[in-house]
């Protein structure tokens, strides 16, 4: 059964660029509650643990000094099959790639400054909510 949570951040292009009104204004038309959230920055200790899946990836050093260079938005969102239609909502990594309306097209600068994480698994949703915020911080 599809899990009815999913995790994510709203990254620091994007809220360096005044859009997380809008951007939180379309994740809840499109239907999910916020059950948890938190304006911070990530060290970049922190991004590169979040990351660290994608450690042998050629472009992690610049994905950590990206999400470490301002503030984020993270968030836990609650809608069923929260995690494949929130990935719908966002869009494609890369925006240029992305449907016209999501997220991503319309908020994102590049492949690597694309506005906004969404988890792709129920578990990793599970993960990466933890890393956030302790059981006493959800509603
Ligand atoms: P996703 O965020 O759509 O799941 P992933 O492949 O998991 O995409 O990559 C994680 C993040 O790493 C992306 O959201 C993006 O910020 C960054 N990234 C992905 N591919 C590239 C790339 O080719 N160059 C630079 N950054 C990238
Ligand atoms: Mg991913």
Not at 6 to 12: C, D, H
Not at 122 to 130: F, T
């Amino acid at each position: 059964m599809a899990g009815n949570k999913t995790f994510t951040m709203i990254k620091p292009d994007a809220v360096g660029n005044n859009h997380i009104g809008p951007i939180l204004a379309q994740i809840n038309e499109a239907g999910f509650r916020i059950v948890a959230m938190k304006y911070t920055r990530l060290t970049p200790e922190a991004a590169g643990k979040f990351y660290e899946i994608h450690k042998e990836r050629p472009f992690y050093g610049e994905l950590v000094s990206y999400m470490s260079s301002g503030p984020i938005v993270a968030a836990i969102l609650e809608k069923d099959n929260a995690v494949a239609d929130f990935r719908t909502l966002i869009g494609a990594t890369d925006p240029a790639k992305a449907e016209p309306g999501t997220i991503r097209a319309r908020f994102a600068k590049s492949i690597a400054a694309n506005a906004i994480h969404g988890s792709d698994s129920d578990e990793n949703a599970g993960i990466e909510g933890n890393f956030f915020f302790s059981q006493l911080e959800r509603f």
